[in-house]
Each structure stands twice: as structure tokens, then as C-alpha cells.
């Protein structure tokens, strides 16, 4: 795991810590607007503001103690990040027009794409057997009101 | 006691109805289901399960999904035993003499003690809070604004330096959530904070959301990316071979007790989960061993010990959750956000204010551990064909369970387009080794801190010497200081004892 010549940002450690610091620097800053108030009576800016310097605080803490620590960070898996996000954005977009049934069976369909080697018949056969399921649970056994087919 | 006696047989006419035995029925299979199952862990099942629960009778919610939490830890020792591969994280020391067991032919003993210890470890603790549970909501009556504070805010500390991993990062992940926390419009003044607009998240960012994300989606991406094993051997075991010896039995009755004793401690404080519990358990029984070169090869002691520990914790946890309000771990913050969605506040009033689900909830505690004690035996075969099922047919369900299961609370899209985003941040929060549970106990507790700290101030006309007046919170602060400082002398490398961890 290990490795010597990991370049500085892509030390695990130092990049946790850089990125735990840019989140709070994001946090003061959107928050610098919102009124701090005083001990007495802290208005709503004044955790927003401090959590964000506890957390620059923390990052940089993060990175100075890895910082001799040489482990890589490994690759994120890209295929997998956009085939699931992919999968649920899709179904967000198409249930409320479509209908859930349409709706999961592409899910599934994005979704499969994630694992590296799909096969058409196993897919569509989950891809019809999730959406029969999930829909009779929600809609027929717990009466959720949502949309079932396109016409619906 | 007599009213303790009698508080728990109210618990169990509630707890023994129709409605509620099939829901604690339901909610414990489903546990040891999804325990056997390595790659999904009891936390992304019980948010998965919550949108469920909105329909329901909040006791009969709360039966199913503590049912949930305490049937993956029985469900977790079969793949642990049979085949070295833990089903939750809290089971993986079982492996460490459990499958040496197995390999020596004694499956069926490891399998059948485990579940007689989990199931006496889970009873003991249940003593233990029926008892407890009333004079710690006593004493947290007393409690004004300024020691919740400062409880709250020592069993955060606690939750990030006492869990594996790096302190700053996990004190890091608190601070995240309690940043989270302030999402939405703002109590006191009315002002939104940090919703850019975008109006679903003018009440907040819903606790089912963040933990559908992080929980849900971005263990999925780190299984897909790790390539989760895709099918696994298989193991026979009769029913014959799981007697165990009289030898056995003289060799587990120690383990169980102090086994049960670390778990019901571990289980009450903030910070160590049934994970922590059972791996404790284990180190204790090899130092008291007469013979600690046989742990790891088989020995009985290192599978009772762990098991009856995990079981104890995973009960115990419940005290701090329902009586001060102050969750110690990831599944008791979502536990408590569950309640809370059903506009109950745990804490010390609940007891008083709901007694039919205070007490109806611990009795199912005991009918969920017999069901399990009954069921678990008999289905082993049938866990054995769970096992079989891919995960490449699994996690496509769970994606449309997420879906639904967030769609269905307000017919809101948007609500998914959070999901995703949470998931991208729990999957570079497992790459970058940033603990979540921290973060979800700041996000359930940051409302709260917030309030109090805000009351505290104004009842001390700003003056933050307040804190330090009353004994109690005091006390918290100093425990709070105490616990940073000695983190910081005992951090050196000894972590790669503990397998890693994602959720559960």
C-alpha cells in the first residue's frame, strides 16, 4: 500500500486534511453573511462561523500529522460513481412523468452497467422482477400514493 | 423493582399483540438476512427500511427496526463461523476462533453456543436497562440547558475519539455534522442558512437523506469498487453436530458473563459500538486464559465471549438513546432521528410521556431475542443458500429501494439529486478513511447543542463561565478535555489489528 514517491496531493492524509479545511473556508464563508450576534444572544451565524474555523482548524491538523504518511489514495471507481449516480438521477427525472414502473426498470438497467461484465437476459430479467417488487410493496402493500404507469 | 416488574409486564401486552409480534418477527429476519449478507450493513438497512416505518404505529416502527439492528448481530456469526467472512462488522473477531472451529469439523457447536450466548448476553442487558433505564431519566430530570450542553457535547468527543480510527478525523466528521445541523432556516431568527436557494432544504437536510447517501450509495460504490466477492464456497453442518460437550458448556460460562458485562458497559458508553464490544471481550478472555496460545485455533472461549458481548452492547445502547436523548452510535443517531420524525423526543420524559413504547419496545426486546434464539438453528440451511445470491443481482434492488424510499416521503425529486450528492461524499469519505458515524451523531445532535448552548448563554447573560458552575457539566467538560488529551498520547500505530470498517 505503502508507496515512497506518492506526489504530495495525492497522499491520502494530506488531501483528507486540505479537503476537511476547504470545506469549512467554504462554510465561514458563505456564513460571514448571516449575523454572528454576541454571547449574550448568538444569532444565526455565530455556529455556522465557528464550525467552519473548527474545521480548518481540524484539516490542517489532518495534513501536518500525515504528512509523513505515504499512502496513496486510491483511484475512485469512475464507472461504478456515474453508473449509480446515473441510475438514480435517471429515475428522478422519469418517475414523476413516467410512472415508477418505466422508472426502476431503467434504474436497474443504468445500475448494471456499474459491474463490469453485464449480461443482457440476468438484467432485464432483475430489472422486471425489482420493479414488479418494489412497486407492489410500496403501492399495493403500503398504499403509498405515487405514480404507476405513464397514464396514471 | 416491583414497579419496574410491573412497568415490563405493560411492556409486554403491548409488546405481545398480533401487530406488534409479527412487525419484531419481521424486523429480526430481516436482520439476520441482511447479517449473513456481507456488503450491506444493518445501518444502510434500517434507513432503508425508515420511509416504512412513517405509516406505522411509532412503537411498532421502533420494534421492527431494533429488530433490525440486534438480528444482524445473529445473523453475522453464521458467515463469520462457516465461512471466515463476517456478515457485519461487529462479528468479524467471531472468524478469528469460529472458523478454525469450523475447519476442524465443530461448525455445528461454534453455531448452536453462539446463539444460546447471544442470546443470553442480549437477555442480560435487557435486565440491565429494565432497571436502570428509570433512574437515569430520574437524574437527567435535573438537567437544566447548560450540563445537556455539555453532556452532549462530551459524548460527541467520546463518539470521535473513542472509535478506531484517527481522532482529528473523526472529531473532524463530528464538526461536519454538527455543520450539517445548521442547514435550513434557523429557529431563533428565521433566516435560512446554507440552502442556496434550493427550497427542499428549508427545513433541513433530512436525516433519511444523508444517511441513504452516505450509507447506502456510497457503501455501494466502495463494494463495486473493491469488487465485492461475487459467490461464495459452501459449507454443510447437521443438526446432530451441534451439540456441544459438557466440556463446552463448563468452558463458556465465564466468557458469557464477562463477555455480557464488556458488552452492556461498552453498549452505554458514547463511541464504542458492538464492534468495539466484541473485540474488548475477546482480548479480556485471552488474558485471563489459563491457555491463551489456543485462541485462534478454535478455542470456545474466543467465539462465546465476542458474540455474547456484541449482542449485550447492541441492547445497551439503547439507555443513553431513550433516556437522556444522546445517541452513541451511527444506528442509535438514526434510531432517535426515526423517533423524532414521529414527533418524539427521546429523553428524560419519555419514559413518563410513552410508557406503552418505552416499556412495549424492551419487552419486544426479549420476544425479538427468543424469536431469534428459535429461528436462528433451523434456518442456518437457509442462510446458506442466501449466501449464494450475487451481489451483482443485490445491489440493484437496494438502488430502487433508495429511490422509492426517499420519493415516497414528499413526491420531491430533488430529494434523490441530494442522495446522490451525499453518496458521491460518502464514498470520498471512505477513500480519504473519514469515519461517518461521527458524522451522523453531529447531525442529530446539532439542533440540540445548538438550542441549549443558545438558552445556557442567555440564562448566563453571555457569560460562557455558566458551563463551568454546575458540577455535572463541569465534570462533562473535564471528562471531555481528559478524553482529547490521552488520544493524543495513545495514537501510534497499533490499528492494524482491527479489520477495517465501513458502516455498521
Same mark, same amino acid.
Given at each position: ?53 473548527? +474545521? ?32 438514480? +438521477? ?63 | ?40 450493513? &444493518? ?40 465461512? /471466515? ?18 475447519? /476442524?469439523?465443530?461448525?455445528?457447536? &461454534? ?90 432544504? =428549508? ?19 466502495? /463494494? ?87 449482542? &449485550? ?24 432521528? =426515526? ?23 424492551? =419487552?419486544?426486546?426479549?420476544?425479538? /431475542? ?135
Amino acid at each position: 500500500m505503502s508507496d515512497r514517491s506518492a506526489p504530495f496531493l495525492g497522499q491520502r492524509d494530506v488531501l483528507c486534511g486540505l479537503t476537511v479545511s476547504i470545506v469549512g473556508l467554504a462554510a465561514c464563508f458563505e456564513a460571514w453573511d448571516y449575523s454572528f450576534g454576541s454571547l449574550a444572544r448568538p444569532g444565526p451565524g455565530f455556529l455556522p462561523v465557528s464550525y467552519g474555523m473548527i +474545521l480548518i482548524a481540524l484539516g490542517l491538523a489532518i495534513a501536518y500529522v500525515g504528512r509523513n504518511v505515504q499512502t496513496r489514495v486510491e483511484k475512485p471507481a469512475y464507472v461504478p460513481v456515474f453508473a449509480i449516480s446515473g441510475a438514480l +438521477l435517471s429515475w428522478a427525472w422519469l418517475a414523476p412523468r413516467a410512472g415508477i414502473v418505466l422508472a426502476t426498470v431503467l434504474l436497474v438497467v443504468i445500475a448494471a452497467l456499474a459491474n463490469g461484465r453485464p449480461k443482457p437476459t440476468e438484467i432485464g430479467l432483475i430489472a422486471i422482477f425489482t420493479s414488479a417488487i418494489t412497486t407492489a410493496i410500496f403501492v399495493g402493500v403500503l398504499g403509498v400514493p405515487l405514480p404507476v404507469w405513464p397514464w396514471s | 423493582m416491583i414497579d419496574a416488574f410491573s412497568d415490563l409486564a405493560n411492556g409486554f401486552s403491548v409488546a405481545l399483540t398480533p401487530e406488534a409480534l409479527g412487525f419484531c418477527l419481521l424486523g429480526a429476519t430481516i436482520g439476520m438476512f441482511i447479517g449473513v449478507l456481507p456488503g450491506i450493513g &444493518a445501518l444502510a438497512t434500517i434507513s432503508i427500511l425508515l420511509p416504512f416505518t412513517f405509516g406505522l404505529d411509532p412503537t411498532h416502527g421502533m420494534i421492527m427496526l431494533a429488530g433490525v439492528f440486534y438480528g444482524a448481530q445473529y445473523g453475522g456469526s453464521v458467515a463469520s463461523i462457516l465461512l /471466515n467472512l463476517p456478515g457485519t462488522a461487529s462479528t468479524a473477531v467471531t472468524a478469528l476462533d469460529g472458523y478454525p472451529m469450523t475447519q /476442524n469439523g465443530r461448525a455445528g457447536v &461454534a453455531l448452536f453456543l453462539t446463539t444460546i450466548v447471544s442470546f443470553l448476553g442480549g437477555s442480560a442487558a435487557i435486565l440491565m436497562m429494565t432497571f436502570l433505564a428509570p433512574s437515569v431519566a430520574n437524574l437527567a430530570r435535573e438537567f437544566g440547558s447548560t450540563e445537556y450542553f455539555s453532556i452532549m457535547l462530551l459524548a460527541l468527543v467520546a463518539a470521535a475519539t473513542l472509535a478506531p480510527g484517527s481522532m482529528i478525523k473523526g472529531l473532524a466528521m463530528v464538526v461536519f455534522g454538527l455543520l450539517l445541523g445548521t442547514v435550513g432556516t434557523d429557529v431563533t431568527s428565521g433566516s435560512f442558512r446554507f440552502t442556496f436557494g434550493v427550497s427542499s432544504v =428549508a427545513d433541513g437536510v433530512s436525516l433519511v437523506i444523508v444517511v441513504m447517501g452516505i450509507f447506502g450509495m456510497g457503501e455501494i460504490l466502495s /463494494n463495486l469498487g473493491n469488487g465485492a466477492p461475487d459467490r461464495v464456497p459452501q459449507a454443510r453442518v447437521s443438526l446432530r453436530s451441534m451439540i456441544p460437550t459438557r466440556d463446552d458448556m463448563r468452558r463458556s460460562a465465564g466468557p458469557t458473563l464477562r463477555g455480557s458485562l464488556t458488552g452492556i458497559v461498552t453498549g452505554i458508553l458514547p463511541g464504542l459500538g458492538p464492534q468495539v464490544a466484541a473485540f474488548v471481550a475477546y482480548a479480556i478472555e485471552k488474558r485471563v486464559s489459563k491457555r491463551p496460545d489456543a485462541f485462534g485455533k478454535g478455542a470456545v472461549e474466543g467465539v462465546v465471549a465476542p458474540e455474547a458481548a456484541n449482542n &449485550a452492547s447492541v441492547q445497551a445502547a439503547f439507555i443513553p438513546t431513550l433516556t437522556l436523548g444522546i445517541p452513541g452510535d451511527a444506528v442509535m443517531a438514526v434510531m432517535m432521528g =426515526a423517533l423524532m420524525l414521529h414527533g418524539i423526543l427521546p429523553g428524560p420524559s419519555l419514559i413518563a410521556n410513552e410508557p406503552d413504547l418505552f416499556w412495549g419496545l424492551i =419487552a419486544s426486546f426479549w420476544v425479538g /431475542n427468543v424469536i431469534l434464539l428459535v429461528l436462528n438453528i433451523p434456518l442456518i440451511g437457509l442462510w446458506l443458500n442466501v449466501l449464494r445470491v450475487p451481489y451483482r443481482i443485490l445491489y440493484p434492488v437496494i438502488i430502487a429501494l433508495i429511490c422509492l424510499g426517499v420519493f415516497s416521503l414528499r413526491n420531491n425529486p430533488v430529494d434523490i439529486a441530494l442522495v446522490v450528492i451525499f453518496g458521491l461524499v460518502g464514498y470520498g469519505m471512505i477513500l480519504l478513511r473519514l469515519p461517518a458515524a461521527p458524522l451522523l451523531l453531529g447531525l442529530v445532535l446539532g439542533p440540540l447543542i445548538e438550542e441549549h448552548l443558545q438558552r445556557a448563554l442567555i440564562i448566563g447573560r453571555g457569560d460562557p463561565m455558566v458551563f463551568l458552575e454546575s458540577p455535572i457539566s463541569l465534570l462533562s467538560l473535564l471528562a471531555s478535555v481528559v478524553l482529547i488529551g490521552l488520544s493524543f498520547r495513545r495514537r501510534r500505530p497499533s490499528a492494524a489489528v482491527r479489520p477495517p470498517q465501513i458502516g455498521d
